[in-house]
């Protein structure tokens, strides 16, 4: 397995009431396959894509009533030193820093302006196997109202350099469009980024809060649409074209958001970022 750097997106899984149901979704969706669940670790089941392992899925805790959502986790090398940093930030511990077995350490987190994510530090489990390939992790987004909280928050606690989109004079709806706040952050040089911010503007319903998109690689997003609706999921934002590619914001029937995007259907020039 690929060994990630601090600050790299590293894993996702979810909480589902209804796994067994998630898994049949998601199968057809992204066509997964699952493994065995660990009953040790509260029936912690791991997904597959061509055999290698990209998410995993898990019922919530006894009495544990939080809505199904994708968490992304955050590679670090010392997740009680990444717990400390992002309480100097003004961050919030979900879940201060757990032994999960031999697999490595976890911690749940929220940022100031209110986005829920994981940190992982690696044991026997590394995190993602495959990357950026159909049926496998792509890319993620943290969307908030705050960014003048978000974006100092997260370079203070992860090793991130970090550019603005310049909006120069796009039209409406591409990803340089005037008016749109989009950062993205990098590890290691700004030709490795590994997580974009996107500030929440009227079109989202003010009882949205603050969330990080995971945007899953599919082969046909328009298809991945279709198997969604036609699953008893939704659709929020989508399909649409970018330079980056085809993508679109969906629902699970459980209510846990994700996106899916083909890279290969790419549209328009790239932007600039300053």
Same mark, same amino acid.
């Given at each position: 397995?690929?060994?990630?750097?601090?600050?790299?997106?590293?894993?996702?899984?979810?909480?589902?009431?209804?796994?067994?149901?998630?898994?049949?979704?998601?199968?057809?969706?992204?066509?997964?396959?699952?493994?065995?669940?660990?009953?040790?670790?509260?029936?912690?089941?791991?997904?597959?894509?061509?055999?290698?392992?990209?998410?995993?899925?898990?019922?919530?805790?006894?009495?544990?009533?939080?809505?199904?959502?994708?968490?992304?986790?955050?590679?670090?090398?010392?997740?009680?030193?990444?717990?400390?940093?992002?309480?100097?930030?003004?961050?919030?511990?979900?879940?201060?820093?757990?032994?999960?077995?031999?697999?490595? =350490?976890?911690?749940?987190?929220?940022?100031?302006?209110?986005?829920?994510?994981?940190?992982?530090?690696?044991?026997?489990?590394?995190?993602?196997?495959?990357?950026?390939?159909?049926?496998?992790?792509?890319?993620?987004?943290?969307? =908030?109202?705050?960014?003048?909280?978000?974006?100092?928050?997260?370079?203070?606690?992860?090793?991130?350099?970090?550019?603005?989109? #310049?909006?120069?004079?796009?039209?409406?709806?591409?990803?340089?469009?005037?008016?749109?706040?989009?950062?993205?952050?990098?590890?290691?040089?700004?030709?490795?980024?590994?997580?974009?911010?996107?500030?929440?503007?009227?079109?989202?319903?003010?009882?949205?809060?603050?969330?990080?998109?995971?945007?899953?690689?599919?082969?046909?997003?328009?298809?991945?649409?279709?198997?969604?609706?036609?699953?008893?999921?939704?659709?929020?934002?989508?399909?649409?074209?970018?330079?980056?590619?085809?993508?679109?914001?969906?629902?699970?029937?459980?209510?846990?958001?994700?996106?899916?995007? #083909?890279?290969?259907?790419?549209?328009?020039?790239?932007?600039?970022?300053?």
């Amino acid at each position: 397995m690929a060994e990630f750097p601090e600050g790299t997106p590293c894993w996702v899984d979810a909480m589902f009431t209804d796994v067994e149901a998630a898994k049949e979704f998601y199968a057809d969706v992204l066509g997964w396959t699952f493994g065995e669940a660990t009953s040790e670790h509260g029936n912690y089941t791991q997904a597959y894509s061509g055999g290698k392992a990209v998410a995993a899925v898990v019922p919530p805790m006894p009495g544990g009533d939080a809505p199904s959502q994708w968490c992304l986790y955050f590679a670090s090398d010392d997740a009680a030193a990444t717990a400390e940093k992002i309480k100097a930030a003004g961050g919030t511990l979900v879940m201060e820093p757990m032994r999960v077995g031999t697999f490595g =350490t976890m911690a749940i987190a929220q940022e100031p302006s209110g986005a829920v994510f994981g940190v992982w530090q690696a044991g026997e489990h590394k995190g993602f196997e495959k990357l950026g390939e159909p049926g496998s992790y792509a890319w993620a987004e943290v969307y =908030t109202r705050e960014p003048e909280k978000s974006d100092p928050f997260l370079e203070r606690v992860f090793p991130y350099g970090s550019r603005q989109m #310049d909006t120069g004079g796009a039209g409406s709806g591409d990803p340089g469009a005037a008016g749109m706040d989009f950062k993205v952050f990098s590890v290691g040089g700004a030709e490795h980024p590994v997580l974009g911010r996107m500030r929440m503007g009227d079109e989202f319903p003010p009882q949205v809060p603050s969330y990080v998109q995971v945007y899953f690689a599919v082969p046909n997003c328009d298809l991945a649409v279709e198997r969604t609706k036609a699953r008893g999921g939704r659709l929020y934002f989508g399909p649409m074209d970018s330079p980056f590619g085809r993508f679109a914001a969906l629902g699970d029937p459980q209510g846990a958001v994700f996106a899916v995007i #083909d890279t290969d259907t790419r549209v328009g020039e790239m932007p600039t970022f300053v």
